[in-house]
Structure formats: structure tokens, C-alpha cells
């Protein structure tokens, strides 16, 4: 799992500043995800690639955006942060080889907006 | 929309017991993922089911896959403290998707 990396681990931020948080993988997986991670709710997508500068929308997509400029890199960036938006976020990415399509997922950013 | 459901909630079970979490979608599925999550932790890929009426082992660990492809359990057999955690189980639907829809998880306490 040390092939993705989030930054920043831990955010405290006040409402209604844009965030951006990162997501970096060394794997070339051509798949990435943000989910985000509440008590009671699960995982749920909030927004995914599958290529540089090709994305969609997840489930919970309202209130953010992401970018893909580089294979590595999928950013995530909260344009004006709510309280209802601190939570647990992970990014997780995977192979696109037919026989394994499990996701590795990073350590995850503990977001409190205040 | 897609939706998995997953039962129970919580389970709490003495060291040696086993344990099963069931997995239930509203849609056929194309395959399903399970995950575990260590408490503070991320979730880790287990293992990924496809084939109707499927059966998988790792070691205490048994998945099945249902039938009809809409169903899915994990069973742990004589669990240890080492188990604790949440297990996710996570399903996609037919048609290629590349939506991967979680359950909400059921969290495993093991008391030694």
C-alpha cells in the first residue's frame, strides 16, 4: 500500500475557504477515487478517473471538484467548505488488468471544517 | 440508484467464535469486493468474487457469492483478537460499471 500517498493526513479549516487535497500514486494505475468516509454512511464516491484529465461524478459529488493532470496525481479541491464536509477522505486507485480490480486505498485526510 | 446493504451493524463476539456479515444488493451484480478496515486505518483489499454461487478461502476466511449475484457473505471461522475491524463489502453492477458502491460495513469486536 505505500504506493499512494495523501497529504495533507490531517486539516483544519474554516468555512467557506477553498481546500485542496492531494493524492499521489508510483503504481500507473489508470484509476483513481475520492471517497469519503462517515460514521453511519460507509464509503461513498465522490468523484473518479479513469485516465489524465477524464473524470466523473460519484454519488456525493456536490461541493467539489477534482483534477487529473498527471497519471500520479488526482486532487481533490473543496470550493467553498461547509461543516457538512468534515469527514474521512480517501483516495484509492487500481490496476486495470482484468484479473485483479481490487482497490489500494491511502491513509486517508482527516478533514474538520470549523 | 444501487444500493448494498449490509448486516448486522456491530457484531461483538467472544475470541473463538465465528462470525458471518451478510451483503445484500438491490441489483444484480457484476462481481463484489470485500475490504477490511482496521480501527484508525484504511480500508484493504481481501479478496473479489464473480462467478454465481462462487466460494473463496483464505485460511479462517470463507466468501460465497450468490446464486443470483445479488448477495454475498464473509464468514470467519474461530475469530481472533487480529480480526477486529470493519468489513466492507463493495459491489458492482453489471454493464461496466466503474462505480464500485460500498456497504456501510459491519464492525468486529473480538473480547480475548
Request: a positive charge; hydrophobic letters at 25%.
Amino acid at each position: 500500500d505505500a504506493g499512494i500517498t495523501q497529504s495533507p493526513r490531517h486539516k483544519v479549516t474554516e468555512t467557506g475557504t477553498p481546500v485542496t487535497l492531494r493524492c499521489h500514486q508510483t503504481e500507473n494505475h489508470r484509476y483513481m477515487y475520492w471517497y469519503r468516509q462517515d460514521p453511519g454512511h460507509g464509503l461513498r464516491l465522490i468523484h473518479y478517473s479513469y485516465g489524465v484529465k477524464d473524470t466523473d461524478k460519484g454519488e456525493v459529488s456536490d461541493g467539489y471538484s477534482v483534477s487529473r493532470s498527471k497519471t500520479e496525481d488526482f486532487l481533490l479541491t473543496l470550493e467553498s467548505a461547509t461543516s457538512s464536509q468534515t469527514s474521512v477522505y480517501f483516495c484509492a486507485s487500481r490496476e486495470q488488468a482484468i484479473a485483479n480490480y481490487g482497490y489500494t486505498f491511502g491513509s486517508g485526510t482527516r478533514l474538520t471544517v470549523v | 440508484g444501487q444500493q448494498v446493504m449490509q448486516i448486522p451493524q456491530y457484531q461483538h463476539v467472544q475470541e473463538g467464535e465465528d462470525f458471518t456479515t451478510y451483503c445484500n444488493s438491490s441489483t444484480t451484480l457484476s462481481n463484489i469486493q470485500w475490504y477490511k478496515q482496521r480501527p484508525g486505518g484504511h480500508p484493504v483489499f481481501l479478496i473479489q468474487l464473480v462467478k454465481s454461487g462462487e466460494v473463496k478461502k483464505q485460511k479462517r476466511l470463507t466468501f460465497q457469492f450468490g446464486e443470483a449475484k445479488k448477495n454475498s457473505s464473509l464468514h470467519i471461522t474461530a475469530t481472533q483478537t487480529t480480526d477486529v475491524g470493519t468489513y466492507f463489502c463493495a459491489g458492482r453492477t453489471q454493464g461496466g460499471s466503474e462505480k464500485l458502491v460500498f456497504g456501510k460495513g459491519t464492525k468486529l469486536t473480538v473480547n480475548p
